[in-house]
C-alpha cells in the first residue's frame, strides 16, 4: 500500500474497510504530513483488522465476508443474488457472531417467514449459517426453517405448445423449439451456429447474469450441463442462433402467452420435455443425459420436472376409472 502526494503536499494511503449491505466497498484514509507516517498509519490499520478477532463481527460483516472470500469460486450470478441478501441481515447489524443464540435466529427465521417465501427463507438462512460455520466452525444451531411449498405443477400440452407456436414470432419459434428440448434460457441465448453439426447441438456455454449485466460462460466439461441434444433445422447463420437474452426470452414469452390466454413460463417447456418423455417410457437415465440432469440430478428430474401433462393425466384416469367401475360391476 502506497501513499499518493496531495495537491497540498500531504500524503495519503487508502485502505479497504469492508463491504456494505448494498455490496458498496468502503475505504479508510488515512493522511499525514510525510510518505512515510501515512503509510506506517494504514499499514498498523491492516494489521488491527487482521487481528480483528471473530467476535468483534457482526452477522452482516460475517455474510459479506462470506462472499467476499467465496467470489472467487461462485458463479457471478450467484455472487449477485448473495449481494442482493444482504438487507436482510440488516436486523442483526448489532449482533456480533459469537454471542448468537439458536432462538435468536429461530426468531430471525420466524420474522422471515412473515414477510417471503418458504423457498427465499430457506436462501437467506442457508447464507446466514454457512457465513457463520466459516468462521465459527464448531458452533451448532437448532433451527427450524418454514416448510416447503409443495406446489402441483402441469407440463403445457400438445395443443398449447401448437397454439404458442402457431402465434410466435420467428426469434420465438426457435426459442420455444429449442425450450421443449430441455435447453435452459441461458443456454438456448448462448447456443451458437457454429454449435450445431448434422442436426446435433453441443450445448457447452451459458448466459448467466453477473454485476455488469449478461456474460457468455463456457460451462465446464466436468458439468453435467454439458450436453449435446438432437435439434430439427434452425436455419443458417453466424454468431448466436437466437440473438436474444434471457430477460428479454422471458419478457417476450410471458407477452406470447398472455395473448394465448395460457397460464404457463417458459421454464415450463422444460416440463414439458420431461413428461413427454416419462410419457414414451423413455429410460430416466437417457432423459436425464438430454436434460442435463445426470449427476445427482435424476431424483430432481422426476420430482419437479416430470409433472403432469392435463389431457394426459386424463385419459388414464378415465382408463383407471373404467376399469375399476367393471370390477364394481361383476361384484354386483
Known amino acids: 500500500m502506497k501513499a499518493k502526494k496531495l495537491p497540498s503536499g500531504s500524503w495519503r494511503v487508502r485502505v479497504y474497510s469492508h463491504t456494505d449491505s448494498k455490496g458498496v466497498k468502503h475505504y479508510e484514509s488515512f493522511t499525514a504530513a510525510s510518505k512515510a507516517q501515512a503509510e506506517m498509519m494504514a499499514a498498523e490499520f491492516a494489521a488491527n483488522k487482521k487481528r480483528k478477532q471473530r467476535h468483534d463481527l457482526t452477522v452482516p460483516e460475517a455474510v459479506s465476508g462470506y462472499i467476499d ?95 404458442l407456436y402457431d402465434s410466435a414470432s420467428d426469434k420465438m419459434k426457435l426459442c420455444i423449439i429449442l425450450g421443449m428440448r430441455g435447453l435452459r434460457r441461458g443456454e438456448i441465448c448462448a447456443l451458437r451456429y457454429e454449435d450445431i453439426v448434422d442436426g446435433v447441438a453441443h450445448i457447452h456455454a451459458d448466459m448467466v447474469k453477473g454485476p455488469d449485466g449478461w456474460v457468455y460462460k463456457e460451462i465446464p466439461k466436468t458439468q453435467d450441463s454439458d450436453r449435446y441434444v438432437r435439434v430439427p433445422e434452425l436455419g443458417s447463420g453466424e454468431g448466436y442462433v437466437v440473438g436474444l437474452l434471457p430477460d428479454t426470452i422471458t419478457h417476450r414469452f410471458t407477452e406470447l402467452r398472455d395473448k394465448c390466454g395460457l397460464s404457463i413460463r417458459f421454464h415450463d417447456l422444460r416440463h414439458y420435455f420431461a413428461s413427454i418423455a416419462a410419457v414414451l417410457n423413455i429410460p430416466d437415465v437417457y432423459t436425464a443425459d438430454m436434460g442435463g440432469w445426470r449427476r445427482g440430478g435424476k431424483s430432481v428430474m422426476k420430482s419437479v420436472y416430470q409433472n403432469n401433462i392435463k389431457s394426459m393425466s386424463d385419459y388414464y384416469e378415465a382408463k383407471v376409472a373404467s376399469y375399476l367401475d367393471d370390477i364394481l360391476k361383476d361384484a354386483e
Open 69 to 163: 472470500a467465496k467470489a472467487g469460486v461462485l458463479s457471478p450470478s450467484t455472487v449477485r443474488g448473495y449481494r442482493g441478501m444482504m438487507h436482510y441481515y440488516d436486523t442483526l447489524a448489532r449482533k456480533r457472531i459469537e454471542s448468537v443464540t439458536s432462538e435468536e435466529l429461530q426468531r430471525f427465521v420466524s420474522d422471515l417467514a412473515v414477510k417471503v417465501s418458504p423457498k427465499t427463507v430457506r436462501n437467506i438462512y442457508t447464507l446466514l449459517s454457512s457465513s457463520l460455520a466459516l468462521y465459527l466452525p464448531d458452533a451448532v444451531y437448532r433451527v427450524t426453517l418454514p416448510a416447503r411449498q409443495v406446489k402441483r405443477l402441469s407440463a403445457p400440452s400438445d395443443e398449447d405448445i401448437k397454439m
